[in-house]
Structure formats: structure tokens, C-alpha cells
């Protein structure tokens, strides 16, 4: 190899990797549910769990769920996972989505996320934040990986239907303060549920690079699972505070 040749090589590996277009590719995508279902189990000290297959409107999707199965949609087809028993309104259920989509047969995953609800049960608990990261190049403007706040957002009522209510719930009725309330927000106000807080941004060593890079399957998995753990962290921190 000639010394242009080694320079030029020399500055290609020093680049960072170009954002995909399609998304991040994963040999199987079945596998890789399984892989997440892990760590997640090993995080909350579950019995059990495991990858559900749902279909969402942005299209294929895994979600993590227990066993017994924890839902908080009305249709129940989006699970979560328990994180916090709920001693009066603070019970906490994480959902740990991976969205992704075929291309030639090949899997690529396309949104990552996790979503903390807190409540007195899974059916009248509100979003409060979420871990995302987001692959493609279209969302390279955002920090990636990056939380977005939700508690407080306008037009994301707390649930109040508690049918089919789990055994943490000590009564059926709607207690006065799960009643369904939204936050009055000024029009001049602005949304903090659009505002993507950075979590592994580069500053201190470069100006601009404000995304980490999660290269490969198992860095993407214990990206996750440093998430769960964290998240499970400061909830009980908050408890004991």
C-alpha cells in the first residue's frame, strides 16, 4: 500500500460511522429480542420474560413483557414491566419497545425506547419520561441516544379504567386523585416533551458531537440494559429519599 493509500485509510477509520439510512441491521431480529429479553429479566430480578411480536401502526415491533403478562392499553396488546410496586399512586411500569422494519428480508431496527408510567396501577398510570435512541439519518439533527421529559405534557391524561385491576390494587374504586386531569399549558409555552436531552454527547472533547455511537448488537443490548438498570436505580433512590 502506497503512503497516499495509508493516509487516506488512516482518515477514513479516524471518521465517524455514517448514520444509516434504513436503519441498524440486525442478523436476527428474533434473537436479538431474546438478547434484550435478558438483560431486562437480570435487571428488575424477574422470573421471566421474554419478546412479544406486535404489530404497531409504524409497523413490526418487539416488546418485553412478564409472565404473568402486564398491559396498560385498552387492548391489551402492549406490554409492561412492573419496576416499582406502587405503595400508594407511585407504582412504576417500564415498556421497553424495539421498532423495526424488513428490507430484502433483512431486519433493521428503526426506533428504540424506553417508557417509565407511574400510577396506582398499569390502566391509570401516566408517561412521565423516555429513553430513546433512534438509528436512522433523518433523526441525526437529535441527540441520539437521548430522554425526552413527558410528566406535565398537555394532553396526556392519567388513565382511570382499573377493570381487570392486578392485586396491587387495594380498591376498586377510582380513588379522587386518579381522577383524569391535563395540565393547562400557555400557548407561548414550550412543549419539554419535544426537547431531546443528550445522553452521551462528546463535548468536552469535540463541539458538535452530541450522539454516542452504538456500533454493534451487543453494545445496542447493553445500552438497554444500562437504561433498566439506571432508571430501576433512581426510583428507588427517589423512595428512600
Same mark, same amino acid.
Given at each position: ?5 495509508? $493516509? ?21 431480529? *428474533? ?25 404497531? !401502526? ?9 409472565? !404473568? ?18 405503595? $400508594? ?82 380498591? !376498586? ?6 381522577? *383524569? ?47 433498566? $438498570? ?12
Amino acid at each position: 500500500m502506497t503512503r497516499r493509500r495509508q $493516509a487516506v485509510a488512516a482518515r477514513r477509520s479516524s471518521e465517524p460511522c455514517p448514520t444509516p439510512v434504513l436503519g441498524f441491521r440486525v442478523e436476527k431480529i *428474533a434473537n436479538f429480542g431474546k438478547s434484550v429479553a435478558s438483560v431486562v429479566q437480570r435487571q428488575l430480578e424477574m422470573s421471566f420474560a421474554s419478546a412479544d411480536e406486535v404489530e404497531t !401502526p409504524r409497523g413490526p415491533s418487539l416488546r418485553i413483557r412478564s409472565n !404473568p403478562r402486564i398491559t396498560r392499553d385498552e387492548e391489551q396488546r402492549f406490554a409492561v414491566l412492573l419496576i416499582r410496586e406502587p405503595t $400508594a399512586r407511585d407504582g412504576a411500569w417500564l415498556e421497553v419497545a424495539v421498532d423495526y422494519e424488513w428490507e430484502r428480508g433483512v431486519a433493521y431496527i428503526t426506533h428504540v425506547s424506553l417508557k417509565l408510567y407511574v400510577g396506582p396501577a398499569p390502566a391509570s398510570s401516566a408517561l412521565q419520561f423516555r429513553a430513546e435512541w433512534d438509528p436512522r439519518s433523518e433523526a441525526s439533527s437529535h441527540a441520539q441516544p437521548h430522554w425526552n421529559i413527558d410528566a406535565g405534557r398537555p394532553g396526556t391524561p392519567e388513565r382511570v379504567d382499573v377493570t381487570g385491576a392486578a392485586p396491587w390494587v387495594a380498591q !376498586p374504586a377510582t380513588a379522587p386523585w386518579a381522577a *383524569a386531569t391535563e395540565t393547562p399549558t400557555a400557548d407561548n409555552e414550550r412543549d419539554l416533551s419535544h426537547f431531546h436531552f443528550a445522553m452521551s454527547a462528546t463535548w468536552q472533547h469535540a463541539q458538535g458531537h452530541h450522539s454516542g455511537q452504538i456500533e454493534d448488537e451487543k453494545s445496542l443490548v447493553n445500552w438497554i440494559s444500562g437504561c433498566v $438498570a439506571y432508571i430501576k436505580a433512581q426510583l428507588a433512590h427517589r423512595r428512600s429519599a
